[in-house]
């Protein structure tokens, strides 16, 4: 695959390596009608084609891109044409093209946008779209492509998916541009470094930009991918904008051109065509402005073929740091360390945002089932969404990166992995850390990842090493190496350091750079072993300042079996910074762990002016004595609207209770059930407290006095005490309590979820158990987890009179399979009658009357 | 080309009437919603013009341009809205994938404010659509011409599969990071595609009442057997 790359390199003998031009206005000029499917030109009209590329070809191209733009199995549906037919054609019309050239000619296979969009925001899966361009590429196989080439793309995810499929199904050299906006990002907001940072871990050969903008607006985004990559760079720029009413592009080949001169700066461009709007005449004059006279072009196609074999990195390092957007010019050894080989910034990342580790970063700790008891249940009854909660809070307290593991003995931890890493990064936007001892669960987690994730972990034993390292090459992960081997924790900094160079050097052995590697020296409890935490912090600086690596410790351990634990934690987390610790991993809602750090950033010029610091604690006041306990996100006092018609009452209710959850106040909720636990049993309280509350506040939302966003707010406080209850009962291990377990899911093409979370948080909080299976899901899943769980309740959603059909689909297999459960309909083009006439049990107009229905169906 | 809208607007009163919440005063968590969804919108508009062929005797009306050819526009309302037009606008636009995060997010932590925030998306989608239509009106008046109401596939007998073609005939994908799934759902979540007439003489307000709104799929009142009344 390098050999290709290499060979067009050379071929094109030092100067840029000329692609092709537009395509859509060649067709047009040529007299050729698109209509519906415009990818089986190659088939009805190969003549037509053939003759446009080899205008190109006579224009200087050395690339040609065969018309495969489109030809995945969504849009060529319904040609008449199978996919492996279009490619198979397309290839074999550029080849011809090329036949006769006075130069050597290689053709692409071209890959654009499958045209819908992925989960999470779309409904089309990541492993179908791995499918679908698996497909396009064993047929870009066969049909004899030299290379493939992704364009036009703007989703960070579906480029991953593909350059998975290319690279799982050929060996050919692969080439990936993106589309961008003025802004820098693309539509679904991917950074031109996000781009950077995954795709050079999954180890494509050359990166660029193409299409939406003309060459002078593509510059500046252009100039920061220059700086960022280390890669051979390919632009191909639109001849300006179209306009609207006549569809004619603005430039003409020679202000193109003119405009394409400033790239011959840009270090790293190497090579470049034109997309839509451009002609073989801009093609033509494109190549001869870049490639006349000696020497101009020769600096950056030399460059591309250095980067090719490895040998030059230095300019690209320069990139990343300016990446980050803080100040570069600081040097990057511990605090007190004479600076001997500070480690290289790293980047990790998720599409839309870029964490550098060149300073000390937070890795949060709590989505972890070790110890915690609620958190294992959650993992248990597959509810997703307190694992999210936990997301939201260590992200909006400030963690940088979320460590993400799910691991409980009967749980499968590989697909479990999956649904939380793709749940997580639909509400975060962090990088992730991917936390197993499987190497089954890394891989699925790391596959699904959008973004640069890192992987936690390995250590010092050959067979961890050389089942995990492996993995992270191929996805092109960071990975933590602990400090430990077969002969267990090494006692001094001398051994751990060793162990740190052993995993060096295997990663290394494995491609991994150096700066992907994140050493753990291990922090032991100092209440049994008091002379190690000395230990670990002379490792930390040993592996930081001399080897150069950054590093990452695990913090609270230290405290072990202390009183006052944060105070240990917190000064020994302040310690380890000072030696060199780049990231610790702690519980970021931990207030002193917090404080440590962001004084610390100030303290070392990381926080330029101390703005961070100043930002968070400049209303700070000493705390008055025994303030009254705030639970995270209370805030939300206000209610909304204007229902607020003094107390309500509910006979038996405790007044406090009902006061509290009709009006929406969290805190208030939870303390007033805290103060009935004290003399009541959790049941009873849900019974004979809670529940009446929110029949109160339901029966207000039929009487039409308050309004949807005032009963989910009620429902909100209500579910923060309830969530004061589960604690309870799962820290007592007497066993959940459930009216009864009722499966939601919105149907099978549809992705509007609104409705049925709403109704979600209604039944919950009136102590059903509500498994949601989410949107978009497929019939069988649904009958499956009816009949595995018996659940005697199902709620179907349906938004669109398109998806309806998904509906009675669904209500069908559930009768088909037997299972004796009722099904109740609900969503906005739904009537009444039409839910009885698809086979529902019941319609439910809105979240209130659904719970009426619950209440029926389980008499409770 | 002048043809920039940055801003978008969530109006309260409107987002108020989407959440079923008639004339209540909006509250500070309202107002942070309607803040948080306006920092959240990133609109994109994305447009072609097309000749119109004259009514045919089925009552349909077809559209033609040099490199999508001749295809019709699906139904007799909209053949009906088009009469008297020569020409059409074919637009689409959306607030962006950003708003759909947003209350995503806004979903898991509390779903009062998910539903405040989907009204208020609702409401901005709308408002960049009337900041297009003005524009196009604008333009459209220098020239002397007139415009029609604008015409949603779902409108009326206008399939909601019509979606599909219009985001392949605009490339709403490459221009506005718009796409159509298999069941004709958009993503961005609030998009709008829509038609409209370029007429030569002034155009009646045609489209009223609740049978050619693009809320009465999700409008309370409707659902409850009255009408916003606006």
């Not at chain 1, 060529?76 to 093209?97: C, D, H, L, P, T």
């Not at chain 1, 179209?242 to 592009?249: A, L, S």
């Not at chain 2, 005797?57 to 020569?86: M, V």
Request: proline content about 4%.
């Amino acid at each position: 695959m390098k050999d290709k790359v290499r060979e067009i390199l050379e071929n094109a003998g030092g100067k840029y390596v000329i692609l092709d031009g537009g395509m859509g206005t060649m067709i047009q000029a040529a007299g050729l009608e698109e209509g519906e499917h415009p990818e089986t030109l190659v088939i009805r009209e190969p003549e037509a084609i053939c003759g446009i590329q080899r205008k190109y070809v006579e224009a200087g191209s050395s690339i040609l891109y065969s018309c495969t733009f489109r030809a995945n199995r969504k849009r060529v549906e319904g040609s008449g044409y199978s996919v492996e037919e279009i490619i198979n054609g397309a290839v074999k019309v550029a080849r011809q093209a090329a036949e006769g050239a006075d130069h050597k000619v290689y053709v692409a296979l071209d890959i654009g946008p499958i045209g819908e969009l992925l989960e999470p925001y779309g409904t089309l899966s990541f492993e179908e779209a791995v499918d679908i361009f698996a497909e396009m590429v064993r047929a870009g196989v066969n049909a004899g492509a030299d290379l493939i080439i992704m364009e036009t793309m703007t989703d960070l995810y579906e480029v991953k998916a593909a350059v998975l499929a290319a690279r799982e199904n050929s060996d050919l050299p692969l080439f990936v541009t993106m589309s961008y906006e003025k802004s820098g990002r693309t539509f679904t907001g991917t950074t031109v470094e996000s781009m950077v940072c995954v795709l050079e871990g999954l180890g494509v050969d050359a990166i660029g930009i193409n299409c939406s903008l003309g060459p002078d607006d593509i510059l500046p985004v252009a100039e920061r991918l220059n700086a960022a990559t280390k890669l051979p760079m390919l632009i191909k720029a639109n001849a300006g904008l179209p306009d609207p009413e006549t569809g004619e592009y603005g430039l003409n080949a020679d202000s193109f051109v003119e405009l394409m001169k400033p790239y011959k700066k840009l270090e790293h461009m190497t090579f470049t065509g034109g997309c839509c709007g451009t002609a073989p005449d801009f093609i033509e004059k494109l190549s001869k402005e870049l490639n006349s006279g000696a020497g101009e072009g020769d600096g950056a196609a030399a460059a591309g073929e250095d980067e090719i074999s490895g040998e030059s990195a230095e300019s690209a390092k320069a990139g990343v740091s300016a990446v980050s957007g803080e100040s570069c010019a600081r040097e990057n050894p511990s605090v007190f360390s004479m600076g001997v080989s500070a480690p290289e910034s790293t980047v990790i990342c998720t599409p839309t945002q870029v964490v550098t580790i060149d300073s000390v970063k937070v890795i949060g700790e709590r989505i972890n089932p070790t110890g915690k008891k609620r958190f294992q249940q959650a993992l248990r009854e597959n509810d997703i969404d307190y694992i999210l909660d936990q997301a939201i809070q260590q992200v909006e307290a400030g963690a940088d990166i979320l460590d993400v593991n799910v691991g409980l003995p009967g749980i499968d931890e590989p697909s479990m992995m999956v649904r939380v890493v793709k749940a997580i990064q639909s509400v975060v936007d962090v990088p992730l850390q991917i936390d197993s001892s499987d190497p089954v669960a890394v891989e699925a987690g790391l596959r699904v990842c959008n973004g640069k994730p890192i992987v936690n972990s390995v250590n010092g034993k050959d067979e961890v090493l050389h089942s995990i390292l492996p993995i992270v090459k191929k996805y092109g992960a960071s990975v933590l190496g602990l400090c430990i081997d077969e002969e267990g924790i090494p006692q001094t900094a001398e051994k751990r350091i060793s162990i740190a160079e052993k995993i060096l050097n295997t990663a290394l052995s494995y491609g991994i750079p150096k700066e992907d590697l994140f050493i753990d020296c291990l922090s032991l409890t100092i209440s049994a072993q008091q002379d190690q935490a000395l230990e670990t912090l002379k490792a930390i600086r040993h592996v930081h300042d001399v080897m150069g690596l950054h590093t990452v410790l695990g913090v609270s351990n230290i405290s072990f079996g202390l009183p006052y634990r944060e105070l240990v934690n917190s000064t020994f987390l302040t310690m380890a910074m000072a030696n060199g610790l780049d990231l610790p991993i702690i519980n970021p809602n931990n207030e002193a762990m917090m404080n440590a750090v962001r004084s610390f950033r100030a303290l070392t010029c990381v926080d330029r002016d101390c703005l961070g610091y100043i930002d968070k604690y400049a209303d700070y006041k000493p705390q008055a004595a025994a303030a009254p306990a705030v639970v995270p996100g209370s805030g939300n006092g206000s209610p909304a609207g204007s229902g607020d018609t003094g107390d309500p009452v509910a006979p038996g209710c405790d007044p406090a209770v009902l006061r509290a959850i009709s009006k929406g106040l969290k805190a208030d909720a939870v303390s007033a059930v805290n103060t009935l636990l004290d003399s009541k049993d959790e049941l009873s309280i849900i019974n004979d407290d809670l529940i009446p509350a929110l029949d109160e506040v339901g029966k207000n939302f039929e009487a039409g006095k308050i309004f949807l966003p005032q009963l989910l707010n009620a429902a909100g406080a209500a579910g923060e005490a309830f969530e004061v209850i589960k604690k309870r009962i799962a820290a007592s291990g007497s066993g959940a309590v459930s009216k009864g377990k009722i499966i939601l899911a919105t149907v099978k093409g549809d992705i509007h979820d609104i409705g049925k979370n709403i109704v979600k948080v209604i039944l919950e909080n009136y102590g059903y158990t509500v498994i949601d299976l989410g949107k978009d899901v497929d019939p069988q899943l649904i009958v499956d987890t009816a009949i595995r769980e018996d659940v005697k309740l199902v709620g179907l959603s349906a938004l669109m009179t398109t998806t309806l059909v998904g509906m009675e689909e669904t209500i069908r297999a559930l009768r088909d399979s037997g299972h004796d459960c009722r099904i109740i309909c609900g969503g906005a083009v739904l009537t009444k009658e039409y839910a009885l006439k698809i086979g529902a049990d019941y319609y439910a107009k809105d979240a209130s009357e659904s719970a009426s229905i619950a209440k029926e169906v389980f008499g409770a | 080309m002048n043809n920039k809208i940055t801003q978008v607007k969530v109006h309260i009163d409107e987002a108020l009437r989407y959440m079923g919440a008639g004339q209540t005063k909006p509250t500070a968590q309202i107002i942070r919603a309607a803040e948080l969804v306006e920092e959240a919108c990133r609109p994109r508009f994305t447009y072609r013009v097309f000749d119109l062929d004259p009514v045919s005797e089925e009552g349909r009306i077809s559209c033609r341009d040099g490199s999508s050819g001749t295809f019709e526009l699906p139904g007799k309302d909209i053949a009906g809205l088009l009469r008297d037009s020569g020409r059409c606008i074919i637009m689409a636009a959306t607030i962006g994938n950003e708003v759909d995060r947003l209350i995503r997010r806004l979903s898991v932590k509390d779903m009062a404010d998910a539903v405040i925030a989907d009204a208020c998306a609702s409401s901005a989608i709308e408002d960049l659509c009337d900041s297009i239509s003005e524009m196009f009106r604008r333009k459209a008046a220098d020239s002397g011409l007139f415009l029609t109401d604008r015409f949603s596939p779902g409108y009326g007998d206008m399939d909601i599969s019509f979606q599909r073609r219009i985001a392949d005939l605009l490339q709403t994908q490459k221009r506005i990071g718009l796409t159509v799934s298999d069941s004709c759902m958009m993503t961005p979540m609030k998009s709008v595609t829509a038609v409209i007439g370029i007429a030569d003489r002034p155009q009646p307000k045609l489209i009223s009442g609740c049978g050619s709104c693009d809320m009465r799929d999700r409008c309370t009142y409707r659902k409850s057997g009255t009408t916003c009344g606006s």
